[in-house]
């Protein structure tokens, strides 16, 4: 049973959009949330990460919001290019013993 | 995935085999993890180990064993009672600091003859 569900499973998305993954989680001692970026046959990149007492972070043309209420945090990848043709993952993790508990992946694609 | 090691790249593991994937690290981290892999289902905690010569159970952790007698090593072993081996596994070691978060590896895939 997963403790972080990520959506859409997959998007494709035109050079110069916008890519917006979605997650939503259960468990509110979660007070860490990083995402990661994989390349096929690679480990996992960190690429940002966010604590819950800011509601958004900003690095580059990456950005994640995060909702706290809502238990809900996403990524916007914005002006995407194809190299950013990838699997992403968002994780959750409390502070006790940075367990990470991984979302499904959401493989995004872009075309020139 | 610098200063983490995975070896080999590929493993090819017969029925009824035991097999040990290769995690070392120089980066002086004492909290290392392993993974598993498969498609659409995103990462899942086998074993992780906070200090030497200590280890703890993850998600799915029946069918493999772990040691820690080295800081920088920790072996997966995928034993015969694994029955649906062929992943790709992933180890990590957690890098404290200004963010804390889980740094991984190059990943080995294992595949069944």
């Known amino acids: 049973q997963q403790q ?3 959506s859409p499973q997959s998007l494709i998305v035109q050079k110069g959009g916008i890519s917006i993954i979605n997650c939503a989680y259960e468990n509110t001692a979660f007070d860490y949330f990083p995402w990661y970026q994989q390349f096929p046959g690679k480990g996992p990149a960190l690429l940002i990460a966010i604590r819950p007492d800011v509601s958004e972070k900003k690095e580059g043309r990456f950005t994640i919001s995060f909702n706290k209420s809502a238990k809900q945090f996403s ?3 914005m002006d995407s290019q194809p190299g950013d043709s990838a699997t992403y993952f968002c994780a959750a993790s409390g502070s006790n ?3 990470l508990s991984f979302g499904a992946g959401t493989t995004v694609t872009v075309r020139a | 995935d610098g200063g983490i090691t995975q070896s080999p790249k590929y493993l090819f593991r017969k029925e009824g085999q035991n097999v040990t994937l290769s995690c070392e690290q120089n980066l002086n981290h004492d909290a290392m993890y392993w993974y598993r892999q498969d498609p659409g289902q995103g990462l899942r905690l086998i074993y992780y180990s906070q ?3 200590d280890f703890q159970k993850g998600d799915i952790a029946e069918g493999y064993s772990v040691s820690r007698e ?3 090593s920790f072996p997966l072993t995928v034993t015969s009672a694994q029955k649906n081996p062929t ?4 180890c990590a070691i957690r890098r404290t600091g200004s963010v804390e978060t889980q740094y991984f590896g190059p990943g ?5 003859l």
């Open chain 2, 70 to 72: 080295k800081k920088e």
């Open chain 2, 87 to 90: 992943a790709f596994y992933l």
């Open chain 1, 75 to 77: 990524l916007h990848i």
């Open chain 2, 51 to 53: 200090i030497v010569n």
């Open chain 1, 4 to 6: 972080v569900k990520q």
């Open chain 2, 108 to 112: 080995t895939r294992l595949l069944v």
């Open chain 1, 97 to 99: 013993d940075y367990k």
